[in-house]
């Protein structure tokens, strides 16, 4: 048996059902579109409350911490200091070079074992920067000790100011001045 | 087939507005506050870690109060707020003493405030006055105030040698400046010794180190003064006294 279903309506009551349909349709679909986009921002605002609850907490965790530090203020204070005389006494080993003992030390080493110093005077902000007067037995021993202090890697430019005999002594007396070596000057 | 009807129009541009107007007066300061609010948070948890951690040093200096008070008397005395040369006489006697030596006297001189190259020079010049065998020459630049002083004393050269040790590597920061050394009667040398002494009333606030002593600064500090690092003698003629006759 065959079975036939035929829509007898009338072709514009037909196609008023059609375009009802499909409104119908679209309308449920923009109205859930509508409630899904609603949820989206409910979810967004309670997002939003929640930090927003959340910062309150953390700005009064933050000002309880800070109290609590501030109660801390003198060790704080003591600290502080003692990082900034730190930074000063960090840079004291830097300039060994201008240590009054270790620059005598080495005039000391560059003196031959002829030559007796009568007297040294430094003066490091005065140019020259090192006077010496001294007895020696020859003048090569005068030129000797120039030469030595001239190889030091503490000493710059050195002189022989003057050498002379003394006629009862028969020594040799001698003036040398020289400075201290400057960054400007090459390394020995 | 889809009919474009009027009421088709009607539905999807209602809703259209209605979603993007809402959307850019509801919706867009909305996830701005919230995206916002999720920036804070993150900035106040970095915050909160940082003063944890500040506070949890500071708990844990507090517990070590006398060591913090020890290093902070060092480092007072290495760079005191206000001049105290008294303090450093008493070291300098006190030095002097170590290495069996008694000072003549003791002179300090004016104060000097923190002075420029330039100044120095000309200070230098006006000093030296009509001497014509010395040219001024650029000093070191003081970094902070400083109090001259001066010392005349009579002593062997392994003496002054151990003594000038003494003062440059001793508890208070210092630089000399001016050594004069004469020979004197048999071994004795007469020396005069000019320097200054550094004092700093200011201290540079620095948030990052303010609640930590890194151990190297903590040892530098605890053997502040303690021990002079020995001279290299190594590489001269070996002399030991240059004033002695040859």
Same mark, same amino acid.
């Given at each position: 048996?065959?079975?036939?279903?035929i829509?007898?309506?009338?072709?514009n009551?037909?196609?008023?059902?059609?375009?009802s349909?499909?409104?119908t349709?679209?309308?449920?679909l923009?109205?859930?579109?509508?409630?899904?986009?609603?949820?989206?921002l409910?979810?967004?605002?309670?997002?939003?409350?929640?930090?927003?609850?959340?910062?309150?907490?953390?700005?009064?965790?933050?000002?309880?911490?800070?109290?609590?530090?501030?109660?801390?203020?003198?060790?704080?204070?003591?600290?502080?200091?003692?990082?900034?005389?730190?930074?000063?006494?960090?840079?004291?080993?830097?300039?060994?070079?201008?240590?009054?003992?270790?620059?005598?030390?080495?005039?000391?080493q560059?003196?031959?074992?002829?030559?007796q110093?009568?007297?040294?005077s430094?003066?490091v902000?005065?140019?020259?920067?090192?006077?010496i007067?001294?007895?020696?037995?020859?003048?090569?021993?005068?030129?000797?000790?120039?030469?030595?202090?001239?190889?030091?890697?503490?000493?710059?430019?050195?002189?022989?100011?003057?050498?002379?005999?003394?006629?009862?002594?028969?020594?040799?007396?001698?003036?040398?001045?020289?400075?201290?070596?400057t960054?400007?000057?090459?390394?020995? | 087939?889809?009919?474009?009807?009027?009421?088709?129009?009607?539905?999807?541009?209602?809703?259209?507005?209605?979603?993007?107007?809402?959307?850019?007066?509801?919706?867009k300061?909305?996830?701005?506050?919230?995206?916002?609010?999720?920036?804070?948070?993150?900035?106040?948890?970095?915050q909160? @870690? %940082?003063?944890?951690?500040? $506070?949890? &040093? =500071?708990?844990s !200096?507090?517990? *070590?109060?006398?060591?913090?008070?020890d290093? #902070?008397?060092?480092?007072?005395?290495?760079?005191?707020?206000?001049?105290?040369?008294?303090?450093?006489?008493?070291?300098?006697?006190?030095?002097?003493?170590?290495?069996g030596?008694?000072?003549?006297?003791?002179?300090?001189?004016?104060?000097?405030?923190?002075?420029?190259?330039?100044q120095?020079?000309?200070?230098?010049?006006?000093?030296?006055?009509?001497?014509?065998?010395?040219?001024?020459t650029?000093?070191?630049?003081?970094?902070?105030?400083s109090?001259?002083?001066?010392?005349?004393? @009579? %002593?062997?050269?392994?003496? $002054?040698? &151990? =003594?000038?040790? !003494?003062?440059e *590597?001793?508890?208070?920061?210092?630089?000399? #400046?001016?050594?004069?050394?004469?020979?004197g009667?048999?071994?004795?040398?007469?020396?005069?010794?000019?320097?200054?002494?550094?004092?700093?009333?200011?201290?540079v606030?620095?948030?990052?180190?303010?609640?930590n002593?890194s151990?190297?600064?903590?040892?530098?500090?605890?053997?502040?003064?303690?021990?002079?690092p020995?001279?290299?003698?190594?590489?001269?003629?070996?002399?030991e006294?240059?004033?002695?006759?040859?």
């Open positions: 048996m065959i079975n036939f279903s829509n007898l309506l009338p072709a009551l037909k196609a008023n059902r059609k375009i349909l499909q409104n349709t679209l309308l449920s923009c109205i859930t579109a509508v409630i899904i986009y609603v949820i989206l409910a979810i967004i605002f309670s997002l939003k409350t929640t930090l927003a609850l959340s910062e309150k907490v953390d700005e009064r965790q933050i000002d309880n911490l800070q109290v609590e530090i501030a109660s801390f203020k003198d060790i704080q204070a003591q600290i502080n200091f003692i990082n900034d005389r730190g930074a000063e006494l960090k840079n004291k080993d830097a300039d060994k070079n201008k240590l009054m003992s270790n620059i005598i030390a080495e005039i000391a560059s003196t031959p074992s002829d030559v110093i009568q007297q040294l430094a003066n902000k005065t140019k020259p920067n090192f006077k007067t001294g007895a020696t037995t020859s003048i090569a021993e005068a030129v000797k000790f120039k030469e030595k202090l001239e190889e030091s890697q503490f000493f710059g430019e050195t002189n022989l100011q003057s050498a002379a005999t003394d006629s009862t002594t028969h020594q040799v007396i001698f003036n040398i001045d020289f400075n201290l070596q960054s400007g000057e090459s390394q020995k | 087939m889809i009919i474009f009807n009027k009421t088709f129009w009607a539905i999807l541009l209602s809703t259209l507005i209605f979603v993007l107007a809402s959307a850019w007066f509801i919706g300061p909305l996830v701005e506050s919230a995206w916002q609010a999720y920036g804070k948070k993150a900035d106040n948890k970095q909160i @870690t %940082s003063l944890e951690e500040k $506070l949890a &040093s =500071l708990q !200096l507090k517990k *070590n109060q006398t060591k913090v008070s290093i #902070y008397q060092k480092a007072e005395n290495f760079l005191p707020k206000e001049k105290n040369e008294g303090r450093f006489a008493v070291q300098i006697e006190d030095q002097s003493g170590k290495v030596l008694i000072l003549s006297n003791l002179t300090f001189t004016a104060t000097k405030e923190q002075v420029n190259q330039t120095t020079s000309e200070e230098t010049t006006q000093a030296q006055g009509a001497s014509q065998e010395t040219t001024p650029s000093a070191p630049k003081e970094k902070y105030p109090v001259g002083f001066s010392t005349d004393l @009579t %002593s062997g050269w392994s003496q $002054l040698l &151990s =003594l000038l040790q !003494l003062i *590597n001793g508890a208070r920061s210092n630089n000399l #400046y001016t050594l004069s050394i004469n020979k009667e048999g071994d004795n040398l007469a020396v005069r010794i000019e320097g200054v002494i550094y004092y700093k009333p200011s201290v606030e620095n948030d990052q180190t303010n609640t002593i151990p190297e600064l903590e040892r530098k500090f605890e053997t502040l003064g303690q021990s002079v020995a001279l290299d003698l190594t590489h001269g003629f070996g002399r006294n240059p004033f002695a006759s040859y």
